[in-house]
């Protein structure tokens, strides 16, 4: 985990705000819908998809360092996720207090899919430099 803060800390200044962004908004997001009775199963697997992918992360870190495949993590975990929130935004008749927080999620999952996406399909072909100089 050390590895891996040193290498955040290498990152661009905008990368760097958008993961205290990010985590924050999903994390934060998650436990919130943990208190509603109707979007409680999505705040549980939000925070769970988001444990899987840290721990996905970390361990595409520990063996190849900062790579672009690092999106892999988010990748596999928030793609069904985002899948769960669009559907539940379909069917929710909670207060508009919950639908917010599940736009707010959904938004920000996208964006960083887009980020993700375009990483991992760029390390598949080929761009396997480190994200950050050693």
Same mark, same amino acid.
Not at 37 to 44: M, V
Not at 71 to 99: A, E, N
């Given at each position: 985990?050390?590895?891996?803060? +040193? ?18 908004? &999903? ?5 919130? $819908?943990?208190?509603?009775?109707? +979007?409680?199963?999505?705040?549980? $697997? ?9 721990? &996905? ?20 975990? %928030? +793609? ?5 929130? %669009?559907?539940? $935004?379909? +069917? ?10 599940? %736009? ?15 990483? &991992? &399909?760029? %390390? ?11």
């Amino acid at each position: 985990m050390e590895a891996f803060s +040193t290498d955040v800390a290498l990152l661009p200044n905008w990368v760097q705000a958008w993961m205290n962004i990010l985590g924050p908004v &999903v994390i934060g997001a998650g436990i919130i $819908l943990l208190f509603n009775k109707e +979007t409680r199963l999505t705040g549980f $697997l939000t925070l769970l998809s988001t444990m899987f992918s840290v721990v &996905v992360m970390l361990g595409i870190h520990g063996q190849l360092g900062m790579v672009k495949l690092l999106g892999l993590g988010h990748v596999l975990f %928030w +793609t069904p996720m985002v899948v769960l929130i %669009w559907r539940k $935004l379909k +069917t929710i008749s909670s207060p508009i207090f919950f639908k917010i927080i599940l %736009w707010i999620l959904v938004v920000t999952i996208v964006a960083a899919l887009v980020f993700d996406y375009f990483d &991992v &399909v760029s %390390w598949i072909f080929g761009n396997r430099a480190p994200v950050v100089a050693a």
